[in-house]
């Protein structure tokens, strides 16, 4: 037999290991600490460990006692150290509690609910979705078409002729080449024809959409811009009928007080055809030479659109009987709408993507 008082697993050295152990579970700070302490006490190295693998040494009832009590300082060990594990893990979360306190009636008081910006919709978005909103209240359908448009619709559909200057390089952008027959659409008016195509009357469909001209980038214009047609195809559609929904939907966009004018004009699809101007908002239509008026120069009256009665040669290129059926359309600039309506002075505001602009309007209209 051998002595073992001068081993590891004496019963002092045991008693030590022990009591080195549970004193410093007892003073460790934080877990991390704690964890160290786990490894050096309760590890595979740790000395009570160490000592264990040395039992097989002992015989019989020596190696039994020895056993056991390494077995009790090894439990008390454990034991001491989940306790000890769940103090420091309460008091962490006792001080997280206390350092991430919000005093919410302070957050209320600053005014500040969410310091995180919010964005805003483009103006153009939202007033295109409210132009559309006004029409569908009138038993209109939303229709579209394609940016990059045939020849065909944007022009000889509508009666264009082949020569009409509005067809030349300097003011329509040809895709590839000027023979391609693709042109970025220079106006919302091929959706008439796409929408004549496409169902039999009575047709009532309104079409806001982007279009390109080979215009520079000023005050008051740019090389893509936006408009809104509509068209109306029924039986016996009259010019007044055109006035009294393009009336609605002036004061739908500028309030009821605002007057409408038709001024005689030519486009090669509306026959009469028509300028749509609106009573100048800024003058009322008082302006003259002592009163001088920026916004209509003097003229009482500013463009808003184009409108007229469809050419019965368009009603028949769309295979429309233009004996049953008539039809009125128009066009208006979104742009001139939202500057109009809003005072806006400069064509840039509303091409650059500046959100100091765009969050002005906010989430509606
Ligand atoms: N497409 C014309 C333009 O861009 C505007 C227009 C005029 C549209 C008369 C129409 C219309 O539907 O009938 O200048």
């Known amino acids: 037999m051998s002595d073992i008082n001068s081993t590891a697993l004496s019963h002092e050295s045991i008693a030590t290991a022990l009591a080195k152990a549970l004193s410093e579970i007892e003073s460790a700070k934080n877990l991390d600490e704690l964890k160290t302490v786990r490894i050096n006490h309760a590890g595979d190295k740790s000395e009570i460990a160490l000592a264990n693998r040395t039992i097989g040494s002992l015989q019989g009832a020596e190696k039994a006692e020895v056993g056991k009590r390494i077995g009790e300082a090894r ?22 509690l206390i ?9 209320l008081a600053s005014g500040r609910r969410n310091s995180q910006a919010v964005g805003a919709r483009h103006p153009l978005t939202t007033i295109a979705e409210h132009i ?3 029409f569908i209240a009138m038993g209109y359908e939303v229709a579209e078409g394609p940016e990059a448009e045939a020849e065909w619709f944007n022009f000889d559909a509508l009666n264009i002729s082949e020569d009409h200057p509005s067809r030349s390089s300097t003011d329509t952008f040809y895709l590839e080449s000027l023979d391609s027959g693709v042109v970025l659409r220079t106006q919302t008016s091929p959706v008439q024809m796409r929408a004549m195509l496409e169902s039999k009357p009575p047709i009532y469909v309104i079409a806001p959409g982007k279009v390109f001209r080979t215009d520079e980038l000023d005050a008051t214009h740019t090389p893509v811009f936006h408009q809104v047609e509509g068209l109306a195809v ?5 010019m007044s009928d055109l006035k009294g929904t393009l009336d609605h939907f002036a004061k739908s966009m500028f309030g009821p007080g605002i007057e409408t004018r038709f001024r005689p004009s030519f486009f090669p699809f509306t026959e009469p055809s028509a300028e749509l101007d609106l009573k100048c908002f800024v003058c009322k239509g008082k302006s ?22 469809v050419n019965p040669n368009v009603l028949e290129t769309a295979g429309i009987d233009s004996t049953k059926f008539s039809g ?9 709408t939202l500057m109009f309506r809003y005072g ?19 989430l509606g209209i």
């Open 75 to 96: 439990n008390q060990i454990r034991i001491a150290l989940d306790q000890r594990t769940d103090e420091l893990q309460s008091e962490r979360e006792e001080s997280i």
């Open 99 to 107: 350092e991430e306190k919000v005093d919410v009636t302070q957050v």
């Open 132 to 134: 559309s909103d006004v």
């Open 234 to 238: 029924d039986k016996n559609l009259t």
């Open 288 to 309: 003259n030479k002592k009163n001088n008026c920026k916004t209509c120069r003097n003229e009482g009256w500013i463009e808003w659109g184009g409108c007229g009665m």
């Open 328 to 336: 009125f359309a128009f066009g208006i600039g979104l742009e001139r």
């Open 344 to 362: 806006i002075t400069d064509m840039h505001d509303l091409v650059e993507a500046d959100i100091r602009f765009t969050s002005r309007f906010g």
